[in-house]
């Protein structure tokens, strides 16, 4: 079983920062693109940024300037610092992550429990 646990969540007010992380754990043999997301009441859940296994990166418009995605490898852990947070920025952040759990296996998609992120304005 793999397991996707975030922390870092919390209360912040407009224009402060968070950090939030994602470990993984459980059978692992290959971790590829490591991602986070977002979802609000009503709406989908929609990308705010992923890093591949070699380090690329890509940013929804909206935190491009203000978010940084970053891994370490070694520890199967994805971070999410979050600077210059806004009111629009609340909602409940997932981690996601695209892994096998054996060398023959196929990539299989995971994600965390969810961690609240609310900005006050």
């Known amino acids: 079983q793999v397991q996707l646990v975030e922390s870092g969540g919390g209360l912040v007010q407009a224009g402060g920062s968070l950090r939030l992380s994602c470990a993984a754990s459980?059978?692992?043999?290959?971790?590829?693109?490591m991602g986070w997301y977002r979802q609000t009441p009503g709406k989908q859940r929609e990308l705010v940024a992923v890093?591949?296994?070699?380090?690329?990166?890509n940013y929804a418009d909206s935190v491009k300037g203000r978010f940084t995605i970053s891994r370490d490898n070694a520890k199967n852990t994805v971070f999410l610092q979050m600077n210059s947070l806004k009111p629009e920025d609340t909602a409940v952040y997932y981690c996601n992550a695209i892994l096998k759990s054996a060398g023959w296996g196929a990539w299989n998609n995971y994600w965390g429990q969810g961690t609240q992120v609310t900005v006050s304005s």
């Open positions: 890093i591949t296994g070699g380090g690329t990166t």
């Open positions: 459980g059978s692992i043999f290959s971790i590829g693109a």
